[in-house]
């Protein structure tokens, strides 16, 4: 579904997630980075500490897409981090299907990490060059002893026709593949551990418009087939209208609207959602009708 925005069947129309309890639930989220002063010697004081996120809140329902939109600098890629403690958050409490994940040590951080792995905006520089892309996928369903992951050969088959690939690119290394196969063969990493949540950091932001459309329509695949939840990070307001259900729009650090895409991208409450929907002024188009 290209063209049209998120499926007003799964879009909430007040914005609020469905009933019952959500795979993800962030409450007053905090992360501040120290500043250093010049010569690289760190000052005292509390103004020496940027505010990356600032008691940011928002749940997941399960099987629901959320967009976390805004401009660089916005805090929607450190929170996205502080999900999966890629980056540790200062305070607050995030709780993924009922498990407290900032108290999550050893095994059972490794299989939170598991169920909700993230799919990065530049893949090649988180697939090994020397490694070629079908052992890299195997690599990561046998580390997490996936069923199935035993028989390497029909393991990447399966999973490179999920994400649209020949399985005779398995034999390729990296630097072999386009820019969207790469992406595709991080996704098929991602879906080989047997997750629960994507999230997807800037996922298609570097790809070409065609190449967007074709992954955006895989990744609603993906949610429709797998009952996946998915939290879709990207500035760019066309994209998240492709594939949202409901968007969080974030600035300096903070979630200043969220809502059913639908009801932000047509009546935008805050000045700055405005303002990023003065730039663009139909995203709800998508990025099919941008790249005609």
């Known amino acids: 579904m290209i063209g049209g925005g998120a499926d007003p069947k799964r879009g909430q129309a007040t914005g609020v997630p469905p009933a019952g309890q959500p795979i993800v639930k962030v409450e007053n ?3 501040r980075y120290r500043i250093r002063a010049g010569g690289g010697r760190r000052r005292g004081g509390e103004s020496d500490y940027r505010v990356a996120v600032n008691d940011v809140s928002f ?43 900032r108290a999550a040590r050893g095994r059972t951080l490794r ?18 060059p ?36 020949s399985p005779r690119l398995a034999e390729r290394y990296p630097r072999e593949l386009s820019g969207g196969q790469r992406q595709r063969v991080a996704i098929a990493r991602a879906l080989a551990v047997g997750p629960e949540l994507l999230v997807a950091d800037e996922a298609v932001s ?30 760019q307001l066309a994209v998240i209208a492709e594939v949202a259900d409901r968007v969080a729009i974030m600035h300096h650090g903070e979630i200043v609207e969220a ?22 002024p139909d995203p709800r188009r998508g990025v099919a009708a941008s790249g005609a």
């Open 111 to 128: 299989e939170l990490r598991r169920r909700m792995p993230m799919v990065f905006q530049d893949p090649y520089s988180s697939l090994n």
């Open 259 to 280: 809502g059913s895409t639908e009801r932000v991208f047509t009546h935008p409450a805050h000045p700055y959602t405005q303002q990023l929907l003065a730039s663009n």
């Open 206 to 235: 570097a790809l070409d418009v065609s190449v967007q459309v074709q992954l955006l329509n895989l990744f609603l695949e993906l949610r429709d087939d797998l009952d996946l939840s998915i939290i879709f990070v990207a500035h």
């Open 130 to 165: 020397r490694i070629k892309v079908g052992a890299a996928v195997v690599e990561a369903g046998r580390v997490h002893r996936r069923p199935g992951s035993e028989d390497g050969g029909r393991f990447v088959a399966d999973l490179f026709e999920r994400v649209q690939l």
């Open 59 to 101: 749940q997941v329902a399960r099987g629901e897409i959320l967009g976390l939109a805004g401009g660089s600098g916005s805090g929607k890629t450190t929170t996205a981090r502080c999900l999966t403690r890629l980056v540790e958050p200062d305070s607050g409490r995030i709780s993924f299907d009922g498990i407290d994940v």
């Open 29 to 31: 989220l905090v992360k």
